[in-house]
């Protein structure tokens, strides 16, 4: 990343749990705690594993259920 950005991405899967994309979120990084990472690490595995679905994965590998 450039110098004072943070950046996260989680992967999205499709049927048969073939990688169909990937979702991110950049951010300024003096603004957002250790914490806070974390807890966006957790939202966006909770979103990918909702567009995984609805793209036909089966099962998403990753984060907290």
Do not use: C, N
């Not at 036909?56 to 907290?64: D, E, L």
């Amino acid at each position: 990343t450039d110098e004072g950005l943070g950046a996260q991405a989680v992967p999205l899967f499709g049927r048969g749990g073939a990688l169909a994309g990937a979702l991110g979120l950049v951010y300024p990084r003096h603004l957002v705690t250790a914490a806070r990472r974390q807890s966006y690490t957790d939202r966006l595995h909770d979103v990918a594993r909702q567009i995984s679905t609805r793209l036909g994965a089966q099962v998403y590998p990753f984060g907290k259920r």
